[in-house]
């Protein structure tokens, strides 16, 4: 049995019911399975033969016609283990779940890869989101896979190209407005609204983050059946990190993992409500009116996910951080320069908070550690090549290279 439940009064919702919160309160909905149930039917499953990915996990998914699965093999993502980084920062283990290695460069993937499907069974024809770059990407391949019309909300100016490039491709319907993420994301919502046949998929649907949580499954079976000591993620819209914490749960419940991580949650010091609110223990997130920082993935003021964040946060006994643009593009140089991993500013943001509770002490050098890196760094290439400067250059000629390069003693 599945249901959507409310996250405050508890209300129930029938599974197939297009609702994005509560009618009763307001607030954001829950995705809840018969967990006695799940665990006979896994009894019988061969979901552990299976490959490594999103829909190795259908059992744990709220799906039930798998003929109408849309899949662009998301999932199955490397879980890098980062010596040099590791003994630089000073932990034990290090791990990096590599999201950039999904099929269009995001851990968005998870989600939309169910999100859609969902999307199929109730048998709506148009899909919308508001998106900073990687929701819109993500949702226009998927939507484009399942013959669905796509349209896309963004912010006027304040998408990397990598990313626009993607929704307009998949060719989605991408729409520029004269505002932030936040005012997007409340048209797009008032649309769905309005418009009964526009299935909105932001992570306000329960949904889509379903597809999310599978990430925290794959975790645990790529180090064989283990939970980590921590996670650490990047937090905008908030979403990810509650999904992952889910998934965590699930797995301990069933009986799959023994122990539970504590979970770490990585804001911009520019864009950092849920962070200040963890930090003054406040039950309350004040959204940050104009959110500025290179992170872009992230750049949001008002999450809308933001109590399932502090939940998961204080459930897992957890901290959250910020982390300054300087520290976050310090910790991208430093993930492709040690480990040969390419990401986005705001994934890189998991490792400039590493790096900052490492040194104040909050995590023990002794414990294993994975960093989530949400997105490919192709994504938001402009911020690199400001970062890095021009190349090198020198005539065409052997002598002039062997100058500039001081290799100064050829063999003879």
Same mark, same amino acid.
């Given at each position: 049995?599945?249901?959507?439940?409310?996250?405050?009064?508890?209300?129930?919702?029938?599974?197939?019911?297009?609702?994005?919160?509560?009618?009763?309160?307001?607030?954001?909905?829950?995705?809840?399975?018969?967990?006695?149930?799940?665990?006979?039917?896994?009894?019988?499953?061969?979901?552990?033969?299976?490959?490594?990915?999103?829909?190795?996990?259908?059992?744990? !998914?709220?799906?039930?016609?798998?003929?109408?699965?849309?899949? $662009?093999?998301?999932?199955?993502?490397?879980?890098?283990?980062?010596?040099?980084?590791?003994?630089?920062?000073?932990?034990?283990?290090?791990?990096?779940?590599?999201?950039?290695?999904?099929? @269009?460069?995001?851990?968005?993937?998870?989600?939309?890869?169910?999100?859609?499907?969902?999307?199929?069974?109730?048998?709506?024809?148009?899909?919308?989101?508001?998106? @900073?770059?990687?929701?819109?990407?993500?949702?226009?391949?998927?939507?484009?896979?399942?013959?669905?019309?796509?349209?896309? !909300?963004?912010?006027?100016?304040? @998408?990397?190209?990598?990313?626009?490039?993607?929704?307009?491709?998949?060719?989605?319907?991408?729409?520029?407005?004269?505002?932030?993420?936040?005012?997007? !994301?409340?048209?797009?919502?008032?649309?769905?609204?309005?418009?009964?046949?526009?299935?909105?998929?932001?992570?306000?649907?329960?949904?889509?983050?379903?597809?999310?949580?599978?990430?925290?499954?794959?975790?645990?079976?790529?180090?064989?059946?283990?939970?980590?000591?921590?996670?650490?993620?990047?937090?905008?819209?908030?979403?990810?990190?509650?999904?992952?914490?889910?998934?965590?749960?699930?797995?301990?419940?069933?009986?799959?993992?023994?122990?539970?991580?504590?979970?770490?949650?990585?804001?911009?010091?520019?864009?950092?409500?849920?962070?200040?609110?963890?930090?003054?223990?406040?039950?309350?997130? =004040?959204?940050?009116?104009?959110?500025? @920082?290179?992170? =872009?993935?992230?750049?949001?003021?008002?999450?809308?996910?933001?109590?399932?964040?502090?939940?998961?946060?204080?459930?897992?006994?957890?901290?959250?951080? =910020?982390?300054?643009?300087?520290?976050?593009?310090?910790?991208?140089?430093?993930?492709?320069?040690?480990?040969?991993?390419?990401?986005?500013?705001?994934?890189?943001?998991?490792?400039?908070? $590493?790096?900052?509770?490492?040194?104040?002490?909050?995590?023990?050098?002794?414990?294993?550690?994975?960093?989530?890196?949400?997105?490919?760094? !192709?994504?938001?290439?402009?911020?690199?090549?400001?970062?890095?400067?021009?190349?090198?250059?020198?005539?065409?000629?052997?002598?002039?290279?062997?100058?500039?390069?001081?290799? =100064?003693?050829?063999?003879?």
């Amino acid at each position: 049995m599945i249901r959507q439940v409310c996250i405050t009064c508890g209300a129930e919702y029938g599974a197939d019911e297009v609702i994005y919160s509560c009618k009763r309160c307001g607030d954001l909905l829950d995705v809840e399975y018969d967990y006695e149930a799940l665990a006979e039917r896994l009894e019988g499953s061969d979901w552990r033969s299976l490959p490594l990915s999103v829909w190795r996990y259908r059992d744990f !998914l709220p799906i039930c016609d798998l003929s109408k699965v849309v899949t $662009l093999k998301e999932g199955g993502t490397g879980l890098h283990q980062c010596s040099r980084l590791s003994n630089l920062l000073g932990v034990k283990r290090l791990y990096v779940k590599n999201e950039g290695e999904n099929p @269009t460069g995001s851990f968005k993937d998870r989600g939309m890869t169910v999100g859609v499907t969902k999307a199929l069974e109730l048998d709506v024809k148009t899909v919308i989101c508001a998106s @900073t770059g990687n929701t819109s990407a993500s949702l226009a391949a998927y939507a484009a896979k399942a013959g669905l019309r796509c349209i896309v !909300l963004i912010p006027s100016g304040k @998408t990397a190209y990598g990313k626009l490039a993607q929704a307009m491709i998949y060719g989605a319907e991408v729409v520029q407005i004269r505002g932030n993420f936040d005012q997007a !994301l409340r048209i797009v919502l008032k649309l769905s609204e309005r418009h009964r046949e526009v299935y909105l998929l932001n992570s306000i649907n329960p949904y889509r983050l379903e597809g999310q949580k599978s990430l925290a499954y794959e975790i645990c079976d790529q180090l064989n059946g283990k939970a980590p000591d921590r996670v650490i993620l990047p937090m905008g819209n908030a979403g990810n990190i509650s999904a992952v914490w889910k998934g965590l749960t699930e797995f301990h419940r069933l009986g799959l993992i023994d122990d539970l991580p504590r979970m770490v949650g990585i804001q911009a010091e520019g864009a950092s409500p849920i962070a200040r609110a963890i930090k003054l223990g406040s039950d309350v997130v =004040t959204p940050v009116e104009r959110p500025e @920082t290179v992170a =872009t993935a992230i750049r949001i003021g008002a999450p809308v996910s933001w109590k399932k964040a502090v939940r998961a946060l204080r459930e897992s006994s957890g901290v959250a951080e =910020t982390v300054t643009d300087e520290e976050i593009l310090d910790a991208q140089r430093m993930l492709a320069r040690c480990e040969g991993l390419f990401v986005e500013p705001a994934s890189a943001s998991s490792i400039a908070g $590493l790096r900052k509770l490492v040194e104040l002490g909050e995590i023990d050098k002794d414990e294993v550690v994975v960093c989530v890196a949400t997105g490919h760094g !192709l994504k938001d290439p402009d911020i690199v090549m400001k970062m890095c400067g021009r190349p090198l250059e020198a005539d065409a000629e052997v002598g002039s290279i062997e100058k500039l390069l001081g290799l =100064t003693q050829a063999f003879r």
